[in-house]
């Protein structure tokens, strides 16, 4: 067994950056987090405010270095955010060190990939699915089955019409979803709130949440 | 009982406003809401939001025309502010009220104050309470006994010694304390964030939260 965590702390992990902030966004929003940036990501958003971590290639690091940077912050919750953290094979080796080092862990994903070994931690973490006009709002049924909430970037091609795909009723029903006006824009704001109301007709109540950090220009 | 029920909605309701919105502030961010602003308060805050609520002259409005007011809006949660609505006597005809016509009920109260009638309905609804530098951050027992977060405006007075009265700790266990920066000034925010991080490292988790509302001038 050791000699197995030891070869597994050597798994290198495409890392973007690691920082500490507060959780800006969906549900879990005002929470002290550190968010570690994985670097790649399958699907290219015209909004991306993460352009420089799309592309695959980029600097690699021990997941023993990525451990002892962690120790530097305070939080205890780990935003393991990107690019696209399903992109990466060693999502469940950090995801594993994480929970074994008694942190809580949320993940932000697109919702489009799935990774088989993630399925022992999945319940025990806070998935939130991102779905993405650019693959059409496809989800993978594993994301469907553990997401703890959907964030949806209202941006110029949302429509309320998305939320009507039958994968998405249980979240709605549930209050799991939230609407988040792209890039902090006045007037996506505006169309969150019509879409809010029209679906509020229709009982559904899902939350208008901003980009909260970036009102405050917080990391 | 219909008598009764009659002689309640003829009851008076002191009322400075009714309006749609979102809820901006506290755990409840996101919420589509209708808000009844109740008119007088006990406490006068050195930064109130909200001055021409103090006084408790002002408008006089039937029960009956407030529950009728209240079908324009589409929303399902209300949440009632002030001003303080527990110092309004009519407050329990009010939620009674609001619970028997399906509304999901919220109370915004600074925590001093109890009005007896309410204990049946206190469990079923969502008192935010937010205790004041002005009143010392004294919280009536039945507030405290639930109240389903403490929700604190981190001004110039504000500090974490105030988080540690004994009556607060369940909050702070259980996550249910917000630091909302007053007024949404950046100073304060960076004052929050301080304290936030100095309760992690006393293993207290606390949100930050600023009132989102005003991040994009929504009422």
């Given at each position: 067994?050791?000699?197995?965590?030891?070869?597994?702390?050597?798994?290198?992990?495409?890392?973007?950056?690691?920082?500490?902030?507060?959780?800006?966004e969906?549900?879990?929003?005002?929470?002290?987090?550190?968010?570690?940036?994985?670097?790649?990501?399958?699907l290219?958003?015209?909004?991306?405010?993460?352009?420089?971590?799309?592309?695959?290639?980029?600097?690699?690091?021990?997941?023993?270095?990525?451990?002892?940077?962690?120790?530097?912050?305070?939080a205890k919750?780990?935003?393991?955010?990107?690019?696209?953290?399903?992109?990466?094979?060693?999502?469940?080796?950090?995801?594993?060190?994480?929970?074994?080092?008694?942190?809580?862990?949320?993940?932000?994903?697109?919702?489009?990939?799935?990774?088989?070994?993630?399925?022992?931690?999945?319940?025990?973490?806070?998935?939130?699915?991102?779905?993405?006009?650019?693959?059409?709002?496809?989800?993978?049924?594993?994301?469907?089955?553990?997401?703890k909430?959907?964030?949806?970037?209202?941006?110029?091609?949302?429509?309320?019409?998305?939320?009507?795909?039958?994968?998405?009723?249980?979240?709605?029903?549930?209050?799991?979803?939230?609407l988040?006006?792209?890039?902090?824009?006045?007037?996506?704001?505006?169309?969150?709130?019509?879409?809010?109301?029209?679906?509020?007709?229709?009982?559904?109540?899902v939350?208008?949440?901003p980009?909260?950090?970036?009102?405050?220009d917080?990391?």
């Amino acid at each position: 067994m050791l000699r197995n965590k030891v070869r597994k702390t050597d798994t290198l992990i495409a890392l973007n950056e690691v920082y500490e902030s507060i959780q800006g966004e969906g549900l879990l929003v005002g929470l002290p987090s550190v968010f570690i940036r994985l670097q790649g990501c399958n699907l290219r958003c015209p909004w991306c405010d993460q352009p420089e971590a799309l592309s695959f290639s980029g600097r690699k690091v021990k997941l023993s270095s990525l451990i002892n940077e962690l120790k530097k912050f305070t939080a205890k919750h780990i935003v393991i955010t990107g690019g696209e953290p399903f992109a990466h094979r060693e999502l469940p080796f950090i995801v594993e060190f994480l929970l074994s080092e008694g942190y809580s862990v949320q993940i932000e994903t697109n919702g489009t990939l799935w990774v088989e070994e993630m399925e022992k931690f999945a319940e025990g973490i806070h998935i939130t699915c991102s779905p993405k006009g650019v693959a059409k709002y496809y989800v993978h049924p594993k994301i469907l089955k553990y997401a703890k909430e959907l964030k949806f970037v209202v941006d110029k091609e949302f429509s309320k019409e998305v939320l009507k795909k039958e994968e998405f009723e249980r979240f709605l029903r549930e209050g799991k979803v939230v609407l988040q006006p792209e890039s902090n824009r006045k007037e996506m704001m505006e169309k969150a709130l019509k879409i809010q109301k029209e679906l509020l007709k229709e009982c559904y109540t899902v939350r208008v949440i901003p980009q909260v950090h970036k009102c405050f220009d917080l990391k």
